[in-house]
T-cell receptor, first 114, second 113 residues
């Protein structure tokens, strides 16, 4: 069983479109995250939810909107996609919100905006 | 703010060579330190961690020691294998505030047979 799964794995779309990426974890964790990895492999946190409550919201354009319908799911919706949004997006989860906990990462969603 | 600096890659070694990937950090408080590994086409996996000064994390033959005096957490392995080829990320999490993970820029390691 996959611990943290993301769909889709690849997403190719045009500028201006709206798209969503879904994430699910079956580990029973309370905390979930979205990260963006750019073309140089630099990884930066975007959002974090704990028990469906937003606890980390980095300086991210408000075109990005996370939604957590329950503890096991954290989706990322992106409006009006731009070329600069092309990246790999990783979902992760951990037992709790503290940084000392190990984070478990999904396989990533490669978003290409043309 | 908190930051992590890793040695520039890419690093290319022959099988059975000794590996060191340098990592230094800047943080307030008393951070926890981590090494994550990303194999091709996959997400990150925790390789090892240390939560206080002088702790040594180890896993799969890799080791790193939390050195507060030099603010370092260098990754070492005595004899690398082709299967160790991956991107390695050093990261820290502070013990205060949002306690988010801050990653270094990653070091790509290639091991040749």
């Amino acid at each position: 069983d996959t611990a943290v799964s993301q769909t889709p794995k690849y997403l190719v779309t045009q500028m201006g479109n709206d798209k969503s990426i879904k994430c699910e974890q079956n580990l029973g964790h309370d905390t979930m995250y979205w990260y963006k990895q750019d073309s140089k492999k630099f990884l930066k946190i975007m959002f974090s939810y704990n028990n469906k409550e937003l606890i980390i919201n980095e300086t991210v354009p408000n075109r990005f909107s996370p939604k957590s319908p329950d503890k096991a799911h954290l989706n990322l919706h992106i409006n009006s996609l731009e070329l600069g949004d092309s990246a790999v997006y990783f979902c992760a989860s951990s037992p709790g919100p503290g940084g000392r906990y190990e984070q478990y990462f999904g396989p990533g969603t490669r978003l290409t905006v043309t | 703010g908190n930051s992590v600096t890793q040695m520039e890659g890419p690093v290319t070694l022959s099988e059975e060579a000794f590996l060191t990937i340098n990592c230094t950090y800047t943080a307030t408080g008393y951070p926890s330190l981590f090494w994550y590994v990303q194999y091709p086409g996959e997400g990150l996996q925790l390789l090892l961690k240390a939560t206080k000064a002088d702790d040594k994390g180890s896993n799969k033959g890799f080791e790193a020691t939390y050195r507060k005096e030099t603010t370092s957490f260098h990754l070492e392995k005595g004899s690398v294998q082709v299967s160790d080829s991956a991107v390695y990320f050093c990261a820290l999490s502070d013990d205060r505030g949002a306690q988010k993970l801050v990653f270094g820029q990653g070091t790509r390691l290639t091991i040749n047979p």
